[in-house]
């Protein structure tokens, strides 16, 4: 039983209660803002992964979205992200993922991105690439944003970072770039990263749960991933960008400028 096939197990068990919930009753609430969702199939899928991981690795520290757990001093840490896209899956927009990451001493080491409804699963494990469906993924080829198709994400914050993103999402259209595209799933945005269906995501700010996953995806696809100002990612609450690599320098000078 590797790391890896656990979080795989986990990611499918969450995917099957997605599945079940869909387009039915899913108990819809609110949390830090009227936007900000959680449904049923939320906690059942953090619930289900946490109980997976928790009996093989009881000791690991693992950061769910939806409930604190105990932490111990192991230095093996999971995030799950139970349902990545809440708001898409609370209307049956079927564009949603469970997102599980497992650190190891502040690296990320094992990468899950399971997309239930297209029945695409990401995974990766460091040093072993990424792979979509068993098959590996490269980034995309592209030099220049002219090329690109860039994602974003907008933080459940309606006034500072809006404000910025939209200032930035201008700015990367007049660059002619191919498109914008705002999916809201930020863990399958870095996920398409890594399978080279776009060139560049921005946030400027993201939980762990949100991007563990999906950074290591992007980086054994052979991509960048660092933070607005360049930076490796603290494996905390961030802003992330991250690209094929090639049109990193030309993103981060739009999204940070000095
Ligand atoms: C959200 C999505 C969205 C991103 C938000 C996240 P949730 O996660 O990833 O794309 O823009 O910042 O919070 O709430 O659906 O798990
Ligand atoms: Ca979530
Ligand atoms: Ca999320």
Aim: hydrophobic fraction near 40%; charge should be positive.
């Amino acid at each position: 039983m590797t790391f890896l096939s656990v979080a795989v197990e986990a990611a499918k068990l969450a995917g099957k209660i997605q599945l079940k919930y869909l387009n039915k009753e899913m108990h819809v609430r609110t949390k830090s803002t009227p936007f900000d969702r959680v449904t049923i199939a939320d906690l059942e899928c953090e619930k289900a992964v946490v109980q997976h991981i928790k009996k093989r690795y009881p000791y690991h520290n693992i950061i769910g979205e939806e409930g604190k757990y105990l932490r111990t001093d192991s230095p093996y840490v999971w995030a799950i992200d139970p349902v990545d896209g809440t708001n898409n899956y609370s209307k049956g927009y079927p564009f949603f993922c469970v997102s599980i990451g497992l650190a190891f001493k502040g690296k990320p080491i094992v990468g899950v991105v399971y997309d239930a409804f297209h029945r695409e699963l990401f995974t990766a494990q460091r040093g072993k690439g990424a792979r979509l469906n068993s098959k590996k993924v490269h980034v995309s080829s592209g030099k220049h944003l002219g090329e690109s198709i860039l994602v974003t994400g907008f933080y459940y914050d309606r006034s500072r970072i809006m404000e910025e993103t939209l200032a930035q999402t201008r700015k990367f259209l007049k660059k002619g770039i191919l498109g914008i595209r705002r999916t809201g799933s930020a863990a399958l945005d870095l996920a398409y990263i890594a399978a080279g269906r776009a060139d560049g995501f921005w946030e400027l700010r993201l939980n762990l749960w949100d991007f563990l996953a999906g950074s290591l995806l992007v980086e054994e696809a052979g991509g960048r991933v660092t933070d607005r100002s360049g930076k490796k990612l603290d494996l905390e609450r961030t802003s992330v960008v991250a690209t094929n690599g090639k049109v990193h320098k030309e993103m981060l000078r739009i999204v940070n400028p000095t």
